[in-house]
C-alpha cells in the first residue's frame, strides 16, 4: 500500500463549489505540505503543517483552506473553486531526522474547475 | 528572488551518454538542504537525491550524483549512463533552515534519445 494516498485523484468541478481534497499518510511524519503544480511554474506551496496543532500558510494560501485532523490526515479545500485553481495538487510529508529529509508526496490530484 | 533557479526548460541527450542538469539556490541560511526530483509522465513526485549544506563529498545515488558547488550556489544533477525511462521532468528543491518550507524550481525536461 502507498505511504501517502490522496483522494479523489480525479475532479472535475464547477466555478463555486466548495470541494476537498484528502490526503493521508502512513509513514508516522509529523509534517505535511499541500502543494499546486501548474505547467511552467514547478510546484508551489499552499498551506503546510508541522503537527495537529499547527498550521502555516504558505506562497499561495489565498482561495484555500486546510484542516489538520490527525497526525495522518491533512485536508485540503477550495470554499468557492474558480478556473485557475484547475492545477494538479500534491500532499507531501517529511520528517527532520538525521540525513536527508526529504519529502515524500502522494500520487497527485488532477482537479479541473470550469 | 527565486530560490532556485533552473534554466533549462529542455534537455535532449542521447542514450548511455551522461548528461548535466542546472540548478542554482539562493539562500543566507548556512543550514539548508538540497534535493532532486524527478517526475515521469505518470506524474508522480520521486525523490532522487539530498545534499546537506554541511556535507563535504557530492552526493551520489547509483547513477546519479549532485555537484554541489556552495561558493557558487549550484547544485547540479549529474546522470550518468542514461537510459530511455530516465525521460521525466526534473526538480530542484532546496529546504532551508530546519524545515520551514521547501522551495521548488520551475523543472527541466529531460528527453532521452534512443
Known amino acids: 500500500d502507498a505511504d501517502v494516498t490522496q483522494t479523489p485523484r480525479n475532479r472535475i468541478t464547477k466555478t463555486g463549489k466548495r470541494i476537498m481534497l484528502e490526503c493521508s499518510q502512513t509513514?508516522?511524519?509529523?509534517?505535511m505540505y499541500w502543494y499546486r503544480q501548474d505547467p511552467g511554474l514547478g510546484l508551489r506551496l499552499i498551506y503546510y503543517s508541522f503537527d495537529v496543532k499547527d498550521i502555516n500558510k504558505g506562497e499561495i494560501s489565498d482561495g484555500y483552506s486546510v484542516s489538520r485532523q490527525a497526525q495522518a490526515k491533512f485536508s485540503l479545500s477550495l470554499e468557492s473553486a474558480i478556473p485557475n485553481q484547475t492545477a494538479l495538487y500534491f500532499c507531501?510529508?517529511?520528517?527532520?531526522?538525521?540525513?536527508?529529509?526529504?519529502?515524500?508526496f502522494g500520487p497527485g490530484t488532477r482537479l479541473t474547475v470550469l | 528572488a527565486q530560490k532556485i533557479t533552473q534554466t533549462q526548460p529542455g534537455m535532449f541527450v542521447q542514450e548511455k551518454e551522461a548528461v548535466t542538469l542546472d540548478c542554482t539556490y539562493d539562500?543566507?541560511?548556512?543550514?539548508?538542504?538540497l534535493f532532486w526530483y524527478k517526475q515521469p509522465s505518470s506524474g508522480e513526485m520521486i525523490f532522487l537525491i539530498y545534499q546537506g549544506s554541511y556535507d563535504q563529498q557530492n552526493a551520489t545515488e547509483g547513477r546519479y550524483s549532485l555537484n554541489f558547488q556552495k561558493a557558487r550556489k549550484s547544485a547540479n544533477l549529474v546522470i550518468s549512463a542514461s537510459q530511455l525511462g530516465d525521460s521525466a521532468m526534473y526538480f530542484c528543491a532546496m529546504r532551508e533552515g530546519t524545515g520551514n518550507q521547501f522551495y521548488f524550481g520551475t523543472g527541466t525536461s529531460l528527453t532521452v534519445i534512443p
Open positions: 507531501a510529508t517529511s520528517d527532520l531526522g538525521t540525513g536527508g529529509d526529504e519529502q515524500f
Open positions: 509513514k508516522g511524519h509529523d509534517r
Open positions: 539562500t543566507s541560511d548556512p543550514s539548508y538542504g
